[in-house]
């Protein structure tokens, strides 16, 4: 059976960023950014970035273009007879559906919050009930589990349409979507009260600030994010690697994607930060600020209910893009492993996924009601501290080790797929810096988000 190809060079950068952008571009790096000094940690942010993010997801791009399979089968087919490396395949599946198991409810979240808005349902309320709202949605098993199953079934049927007319198509579609609508709320932004305010706080680099978080603290806080930001580690890139043909060097593929995952982070905090120093908002982490502060200010602003609509819709497509992606990979994976059509992988996932998803959805309600918690947090909590903490730093060490080392695929095979193409190229002179310093970071970034969990 011949391998799915992609149709355009389009198709794959907007379905290989619409994986690496994802909710925490939203809601972690603007309350970032405002913590770590404006344009202070934005600059290392980029800095970390280059020097971290592009070889690495150079890399599981060109394992992906060179095997020609799914992550489960792709070290498979580059090691040399006897070695073990094929055993992180197994493990990049793993991850995979660990990283669903959490994430079709916070997108389900998102959709809940776009009917709310839509419909006019925070109309009237005052910010006590707007909280209300959603301490009410966690509480209720049937509204999150309706909204996860809902997620599940649109990502599983549009993946089970094949590549090109199921996730190509629709991930076009919704990307564009997604950067048209984000300029429109950025434009709106600046025309609010406090647009001057948030964006200084913003963008200008402020050292002092820096220094009352702790330079070190800053610094390690955007490598962290340049390194998650780009969902490296689960084979969730390779596989889009295995779909695209040798005209381009991946190292200038690499880039494209990186910036457009940077321009909605930095564009996120253009829509947020301005609103916040309007209403005189603490730009608190996470989703206390999507699901409870912005929905505030919507309901103060002129047509609050349309810009409400637009900022949800626009998340529940940042979070889809990121679904699909996923998605492709568990059904590409179970296709290899199987040998089962696309149709049947697809209904097999659906009700997997879906049941792997429940305790998640259950660990805010049923469970909580009991008294369940794992390390003192949510289901929700743990399942991310394992993807984010362990699997993506871990995977990736294992990914970086495999392309420099002779005991792995190899500096000169790996380089020699990356470069194959016209663009950007990876240069001998990175060498050193990739083989010796890079593993050095990402074990530190590995240490320091146990050492932070834990202590």
Wanted: proline share 3%.
């Amino acid at each position: 059976m011949e391998r799915e190809k992609l149709k355009s060079r389009l198709g794959f950068i907007l379905i290989s960023a619409g994986c690496a952008i994802g909710i925490g571009n939203v809601w972690k790096f603007p309350y970032m950014a405002g913590q770590g000094g404006g344009g202070a940690f934005v600059l290392f942010y980029i800095i970390f970035l280059v020097i971290l993010g592009l070889p690495i997801m150079t890399m599981e791009f060109a394992v992906g273009r060179a095997s020609q399979k799914s992550p489960v089968r792709a070290y498979g087919a580059l090691e040399k007879p006897g070695q073990k490396w094929h055993i992180h395949g197994y493990i990049t599946l793993a991850g995979c559906y660990l990283l669903m198991m959490f994430y079709t409810t916070v997108t389900g979240w998102m959709l809940h919050y776009f009917y709310l808005t839509a419909a006019g349902k925070f109309v009237g309320l005052n910010s006590v009930d707007v909280a209300e709202v959603f301490t009410y949605m966690l509480e209720d098993p049937l509204v999150m589990g309706g909204w996860m199953v809902l997620v599940v079934i649109i990502g599983v049927f549009v993946c089970s349409r094949g590549l090109q007319n199921g996730i190509e198509r629709i991930t076009k579609v919704m990307m564009i979507s997604l950067l048209a609508i984000m300029l429109i709320l950025a434009v709106n932004s600046f025309t609010l009260d406090g647009a001057k305010e948030g964006l200084k706080f913003y963008l200008i680099p402020d050292f002092a600030r820096m220094k009352q978080l702790g330079i070190i603290s800053t610094i390690t806080g955007a490598m962290n994010q340049a390194f998650f930001t780009l969902s490296l580690g689960i084979g969730a890139m390779a596989i889009f690697g295995s779909y695209i043909d040798k005209k381009r060097s991946l190292l200038g593929e690499s880039l494209n994607i990186a910036l457009l995952d940077t321009f909605v982070a930095i564009t996120s905090g253009l829509i947020i930060f301005p609103a916040c120093f309007t209403f005189n908002v603490d730009q608190t982490s996470g989703p206390s600020l999507i699901f409870i502060t912005l929905p505030n200010i919507f309901n103060n602003i002129p047509l609050g209910r349309l810009w409400g609509s637009l900022f949800f819709i626009f998340m529940s497509f940042a979070a889809f893009s990121t679904i699909l992606a996923v998605f492709e990979n568990i059904i590409s994976c179970v296709m290899e492993l199987t040998g089962w059509s696309r149709k049947k992988s697809s209904a097999m996932n659906l009700i997997l996924i879906t049941l792997l998803s429940l305790p998640c959805v259950l660990g805010y309600n049923i469970l909580a009601w009991d008294g369940f918690s794992i390390f003192g947090g949510a289901v929700l909590d743990f399942e991310d501290f394992l993807v984010s903490n362990i699997l993506l730093p871990l995977g990736s060490l294992v990914y970086l080790m495999f392309c420099v080392s002779r005991y792995g695929w190899g500096w000169h095979n790996f380089t020699e797929e990356a470069n194959t193409g016209k663009g950007l190229k990876i240069q001998n002179w990175m060498r050193p810096y990739v083989t010796y310093v890079l593993p050095i970071i990402v074990l530190f970034i590995f240490a320091f988000g146990l050492y932070d969990k834990f202590f």
